[in-house]
């Protein structure tokens, strides 16, 4: 079992569309979690980061946590075609190394 | 968000040269900093770690005499390709973390692209 698994897509929504990107991870031991968008050719471009179980918002996009279920998501609204990219959910132990999921291709067709 | 530079963002290197890859975290300073590889259409994959004035720290497989990393200082790490082989073509990516509470928010840079001919 991967320790985080995160459907790779392709995704695929009309603009204006709300997206929900997820991932799964296995130990409980993880407390940060992240969300990165990465456009083809190009470093990951960090969106969301928490520390916690519960919501976090910035503009667009919706971060949630659920410890107890160990499953987080990333929630686009209003999407638009410039959001087309891979999503990479990361997670990380206290002082450890990121580890991240397959990514998620999103295509938003205008 | 915090800025991460990388130079070159693409080089072609001749099989056999050595090339190097300099990393630096603009407005923050990063004791830990890190080392990907990506290939066309996968995930990252974690090199190496590199902390401030300590040896790097590689990952499994990882040749450690052939990507040789240098943290000189808080604000730049570089990794060096020696001896470059046709196989050693992908897309390096640096990453800084920032560390500061509990905040350990860790931050890319657009990545070089190197093409061993």
């Known amino acids: 079992q991967k320790e985080v698994e995160q459907d790779p897509g392709p995704l695929s929504v009309p603009e204006g569309a709300i997206v929900s990107l997820n991932c799964t991870y296995s130990?409980?031991?993880?407390?940060?979690f992240m969300w990165y968008r990465q456009y083809s050719r190009k470093g990951p471009e960090l969106l969301m980061y928490?520390?916690?179980?519960g919501n976090k918002e910035d503009g667009r996009f919706t971060a949630q946590v659920d410890k107890s279920s160990k499953y987080i998501s990333l929630f686009i609204r209003d999407s638009q075609p410039s959001d087309s990219a891979t999503y990479l959910c990361a997670v990380m132990e206290y002082g450890n190394k990121l580890v991240f999921g397959a990514g998620t291709i999103l295509r938003v067709k205008s | 968000g915090a800025v991460v530079s990388q130079h070159p963002s693409w080089v072609i290197c001749k099989s056999g040269t050595s090339v190097k890859i300099e990393c630096r975290s603009l407005?923050?300073?990063?004791?830990?900093m890190f080392w990907y590889r990506q290939f066309p259409k996968q995930s990252l994959m974690l090199m190496a770690t590199s902390n401030e004035g300590s040896k790097a720290t590689y990952e499994q497989g990882v040749e450690k005499d052939k990507f040789l990393i240098n943290h000189a200082s808080l604000t730049l790490s570089t990794l060096t390709v020696t001896s470059a082989h046709p196989e050693d073509s992908s897309f390096y990516i640096c990453?800084?973390?920032?560390?500061?509470?509990?905040?350990?928010?860790?931050?890319f840079g657009p990545g070089t692209r190197l093409t061993v001919t």
């Open positions: 407005d923050f300073q990063a004791t830990t």
């Open positions: 130990n409980s031991a993880f407390q940060y």
């Open positions: 990453s800084a973390r920032v560390t500061s509470g509990v905040s350990y928010e860790q931050y």
């Open positions: 928490t520390y916690s179980s």
